[in-house]
């Protein structure tokens, strides 16, 4: 069903949500940014709805929620390894439609890939309801509609921000409960965005074009141009990659913990092995790497593209590289 | 909670087999066994996790060889007999020994890569029959590299074996030169009957593949084995994958046709 709050009516309907769900959205942190006196948009929790930073994009994407940058696994001592515990709250998250078709492709790699499911992603990731920004202007760098990252039905709210009035449309009952007494009902159903500044055209004919795209000198463009942060992958809503990592504990050195960090292929290391063997030690490589990954081969496996057009490594990139003119000169090789 | 496929199992070492100095190998009992080819993670606590593959398997163990060129593996010749050791799998597909049935199988693994082999020949010792003809090529860095000192006797006993060293050595009166010398001088009677395994670094898996091809076998009877970083083996992590490909669901044995056209 559809209403029509104001922002204290949105205020209460968030408060009776508490008891139940921790609230995450995209929130303001001063003067945090990349630059000096600019600020830091990322995902947390809020206790108030004019906490939700509604109009501009958050420099990291919502995946952090469900895949944390750092998570333990277990805790070791010398002859156990216990799991480790988790908050079973659950979450609400507002989100656009980019970052719902983003986390649809984090369930793929984590659910889907082989026949074992990770089970410390599935337990954060059962507890999510997802609330979608509407989201019809997009941003600086966004080519979500080119990638048909813009549209999804996979919310269980939808919300609409603006001047007037704020519109909800409850997909999952189970929130109706929540609406505040003598609210406006409304017929809103969301929209999506069907245009953005930037297009990106991924190559036709892909298959008969994969090997020499590989062994082309496009890449040396990047091999200096990179500078190998993995900016691009840590605030990219799709990259799933981590490793594990053993640390102990200062004053017991016999007991510790196992951890799961996030991983960067562009980073020194992705592919080193025993012994020091590695695959693809240049910066151009690495970019053809995370590139094929996110327009062909996750596609070839999955049936959709990886990337879904955010444009947050574009807007995150200390080198100036954009990702969707990357795509776009690939199509014009 | 569902199962945790991350969470290790704590195995005992019963005995252990210094190969070479930095070769160790490692037999631990085993509940869960393996098929020749896959492999486990194995972990200490503290140190880490890291893929290896099995080098021997029997009624309730498996043998792991590792050679100490890394943080686990370093730590890991630090354990005893009797010590605990983490493990869990096994992953990967390995090789599925069915379909070496009335084959002629030719074998060629360069140093380390000897171990994830040595399953597929204990095998084929012990069911003599179920091959038409076992050839075997090893190469090795130098005499001191060599591994599985007291099975390649036994082996030469019942197969055509070759062992050969990098480079001439003194008091070394066998072969030497890289594996691919080797291989032109293989007998092959029914070219169509033939499977072949290359297990090494990658340079010595392509080399040795077209030196096969040039002698008239086709890319898909060839299988070579893969070795990548990993950090889960269940196809999650993202370090092993090549393509759409991830080595510890899609390997770690491939069919040189289909690998060939993988790109790192």
Same mark, same amino acid.
């Given at each position: 069903?559809?209403y ?24 303001r ?18 206790d ?7 109009d ?5 994407s ?6 944390p940058v ?45 026949s ?26 966004c ?27 409850i997909?999952d ?45 496009f ?28 640390i ?26 025993a012994?020091g ?27 959709k ?21 990357c ?7 | 909670?569902?199962?945790n496929p ?19 190998? !490692? ?5 869960n ?15 880490g ?28 010749? *630090? ?14 597909n390995?090789?599925?020994l ?25 095998y084929c ?22 591994? !599985? ?19 001439e050595?003194k ?17 092959f009677?029914?070219?169509e009957?033939?499977v ?15 030196k ?28 092993c994958?090549?393509? *759409?490909?991830y080595?510890?669901?899609d390997?770690?044995? !491939? ?10």
């Amino acid at each position: 069903m559809g209403y029509k709050l104001d922002s204290d009516s949105l205020n209460q309907f968030l408060l009776n949500m508490m008891p139940e769900y921790d609230i995450y959205a995209p929130k303001r942190f001063i003067g945090k940014g990349r630059f000096s006196d600019t600020d830091l948009i990322k995902y947390d929790r809020v206790d108030n709805s004019s906490e939700i930073v509604w109009d501009e994009k958050s420099d990291c994407s919502p995946k952090e929620i469900i895949f944390p940058v750092n998570q333990t696994l277990f805790y070791f001592t010398e002859d156990e390894f216990k799991e480790s515990g988790y908050s079973k709250k659950k979450k609400l998250i507002f989100l656009r439609p980019c970052d719902i078709n983003g986390i649809e492709r984090l369930d793929l790699i984590f659910l889907k890939n082989g026949s074992i499911e990770d089970s410390y992603y599935k337990r954060l990731r059962d507890n999510i309801k997802f609330v979608m920004i509407e989201c019809c202007d997009g941003f600086e760098n966004c080519f979500c509609v080119s990638m048909g990252g813009n549209k999804t039905d996979k919310y269980d709210l939808a919300i609409r921000m603006s001047d007037k009035n704020i519109l909800l449309d409850i997909k999952d009952d189970s929130f109706e409960k929540y609406i505040p007494v003598d609210s406006n009902v409304s017929d809103f159903k969301p929209e999506f965005i069907r245009t953005n500044i930037e297009v990106v055209k991924i190559p036709e004919d892909m298959p008969n074009k994969v090997r020499d795209i590989h062994s082309n000198s496009f890449w040396d463009e990047y091999k200096d141009r990179c500078i190998g942060c993995g900016r691009c992958n840590t605030t990219c809503i799709t990259c799933s990659c981590h490793s594990t990592k053993d640390i102990f504990y200062d004053d017991n050195q016999n007991v510790g913990e196992r951890r799961r960090i996030w991983a960067s292929c562009q980073i020194d290391g992705f592919s080193e092995m025993a012994g020091g063997m590695s695959y693809r030690k240049d910066h151009g490589q690495r970019m053809r790497y995370k590139t094929m990954h996110k327009i062909y081969d996750f596609n070839k496996k999955f049936g959709k593209h990886m990337c879904v057009g955010c444009g947050r490594c574009d807007d995150n990139c200390p080198e100036y590289i954009s990702f969707s003119n990357c795509i776009n000169k690939l199509n014009n090789l | 909670m569902c199962d945790n496929p991350m969470k290790p199992k704590a195995y005992k070492v019963i005995k252990i087999v210094k190969d070479t100095d930095i070769e160790w190998t !490692f037999r631990i009992e085993m509940d869960n066994l393996p098929h020749a080819g896959q492999f486990y993670m194995l972990s200490l606590p503290r140190i880490g996790e890291m893929p290896i593959s099995i080098s021997g398997i029997g009624s309730n163990w498996i043998d792991m060889t590792i050679r100490s060129v890394g943080r686990v593996s370093d730590k890991v010749h *630090d354990l005893r007999k009797g010590s605990t050791i983490f493990l869990r799998g096994p992953y990967g597909n390995g090789f599925s020994l069915s379909e070496f049935k009335q084959k002629h199988l030719v074998i060629v693994a360069g140093g380390s890569g000897v171990s994830p082999v040595k399953p597929i020949i204990d095998y084929c010792y012990n069911n003599y029959n179920d091959l038409n003809k076992l050839d075997l090529i090893f190469g090795f860095k130098g005499s001191a590299s060599i591994l !599985f000192k007291n099975s390649l006797e036994l082996w030469k006993g019942k197969f055509n074996t070759i062992l050969t060293i990098d480079r001439e050595e003194k008091g070394w009166s066998g072969n030497t030169g890289l594996v691919t010398k080797y291989v032109e001088k293989l007998k092959f009677i029914d070219k169509e009957n033939v499977v072949v395994v290359l297990v090494g670094p990658s340079i010595m898996m392509s080399k040795t593949a077209e030196k096969f091809v040039e002698c008239g076998i086709k890319e898909n009877q060839i299988l070579v084995s893969y070795e990548r970083r990993m950090s889960c083996g269940i196809g999650k992590c993202g370090h092993c994958r090549i393509n *759409d490909n991830y080595v510890c669901l899609d390997g770690p044995v !491939f069919r040189y046709d289909v690998s060939k056209k993988l790109i790192d």
